[in-house]
């Protein structure tokens, strides 16, 4: 079956980095477009960044434009976040997901309908 796995979450200082994966088995990872969300404690769960089936477009919300990055590497079937510039605001459940049919843009900001999702990784910044 499909899974998901998101690893890397920690806690970090306000202004530290982290890099997060997510590391996908059980289908076809290059045929997906690939994304991250984040819920905080107390608030729905929000898109972060998408990233196209291969690699060459990506797009990001505009709370996290400039300081986070997505990549994947097709090989490994991974997708990354790496996370600069940590500010309190970013703390919470990192969750990546996948979709077959769903273009890397604005429409990854809906949450719901995504074909797969991981189950989390903390992330805690500390100010």
């Known amino acids: 079956q499909v899974q998901l796995v998101e690893s890397g979450g920690g806690l970090v200082q306000a202004g530290g980095s982290l890099r997060l994966s997510c590391a996908a088995s059980g289908l076809t990872f290059s045929s997906y477009r690939m994304g991250w969300f984040r819920q905080a404690p107390g608030k729905e769960r929000e898109f972060v960044a998408a990233?196209?089936?291969?690699?060459?477009?990506?797009y990001y919300a505009d709370s996290v434009k400039g300081r986070f990055t997505i990549s994947r590497d097709n090989a490994k079937n991974t997708v990354y976040l790496q996370m600069n510039s940590l500010k309190p605001d970013d703390t919470a459940v990192y969750y990546c997901a996948a979709d077959r049919t769903r273009p890397a843009s604005s429409q990854w900001s809906r949450r719901d309908g995504l074909d797969y999702w991981g189950k989390g990784t903390l992330v805690t910044v500390s100010s």
């Open positions: 990233i196209s089936r291969s690699g060459e477009g990506t």
